[in-house]
């Protein structure tokens, strides 16, 4: 089972940039993708953006599109999510999970880091 843990929230300001980080461990970092989705105050949890371990494929939610960036260190068995250009709309508790094959849905869902962006 692997174990998913989040870091690099914070609290910023409209139009700043901040980087999260989630560090896997407990097996070999060898899932068919990892994926970074978001949870708002009182809203369900949403799909931000995904990347294809073997293909470096990514993916993203139209409202970030432009802004993040989903990239990964399989070395260091990492993955990142770079933001840029936030805005208050991104508050929000973000979470990192994979997916072990391209047969089942993302779990294995770390703490999750929460990132607060002010106007």
């Known amino acids: 089972q692997v174990h998913l843990v989040e870091s690099g929230g914070g609290l910023v300001q409209a139009g700043d940039s901040l980087r999260l980080s989630c560090a896997a461990s407990?097996?070999?970092?060898?899932?068919?993708?990892m994926g970074w989705f978001r949870q708002a105050p009182g809203k369900e949890r949403t799909f931000v953006a995904s990347?294809?371990?073997?293909?470096?494929?990514?993916n993203y939610a139209d409202s970030v599109k432009g802004r993040f960036t989903i990239s990964g260190d399989y070395a260091k068995n990492t993955i990142y999510l770079q933001m840029n250009n936030m805005k208050p709309e991104d508050t929000a508790v973000y979470y990192c999970?994979?997916?072990?094959?391209?047969?089942?849905?993302?779990?294995?869902w770390g703490q999750g880091t929460q990132v607060t962006v002010s106007l």
């Open positions: 999970a994979e997916r072990k094959t391209i047969l089942v849905d993302f779990g294995s």
């Open positions: 407990g097996r070999t970092f060898s899932n068919y993708a």
């Open positions: 990347i294809t371990r073997n293909s470096g494929r990514t």
